[in-house]
């Protein structure tokens, strides 16, 4: 209320993030800007933090731009990751341009050691069937 002094202030815990990705959210809110950092790796990283935030407090633009800069922000390194955020968060669209970026560009993806980054048997068995898959259609 009025007159209170600065210590009695109340102190807000918002679960499930980081304040980097809260303050995304905030500016967001204010300035209608996305704000996603410099860093281009996590870049990707706070685009998939700040759309599970965006899901949890029903902003559905700021999802949908976060949707869109992950789809950006898929190359060597990142496909994998996104691939597995993507079969997580059960996002088909960014899902399948993964796995066709993957597949297009395997050679990068491999000696950008996304492949060591798999985490995901599901994503892995996935992956291999995408792989078989191109094999036949070459020997077919």
Do not use: W
């Not at 980097?20 to 950092?37: K, N, P, V, W």
């Not at 990751?81 to 899902?95: I, V, W, Y």
């Not at 297009?104 to 996935?126: I, P, T, Y």
């Amino acid at each position: 209320g009025i007159g209170m002094k600065e210590r009695d202030a109340a102190e807000v815990t918002v679960r499930n993030t980081d304040l980097a990705t809260f303050t995304a959210l905030i500016r967001y809110l204010c300035t209608d800007q996305l704000d996603l950092g410099e860093e281009e790796g996590g870049r990707a990283q706070r685009a998939l933090d700040l759309r599970q935030l965006a899901q949890m407090y029903q902003v559905p633009r700021l999802e949908l731009l976060c949707a869109q800069a992950l789809q950006e922000s898929v190359g060597p390194a990142s496909a994998v990751p996104l691939l597995e955020a993507a079969h997580a968060t059960g996002d088909g669209r960014l899902l399948a341009q993964c796995r066709r970026y993957v597949a297009d560009n395997a050679a990068e993806v491999r000696a950008s050691g996304g492949v060591e980054q798999l985490r995901d048997f599901g994503v892995a068995k996935g992956l291999l069937g995408d792989a078989l898959d191109q094999v036949a259609e070459l020997k077919g």
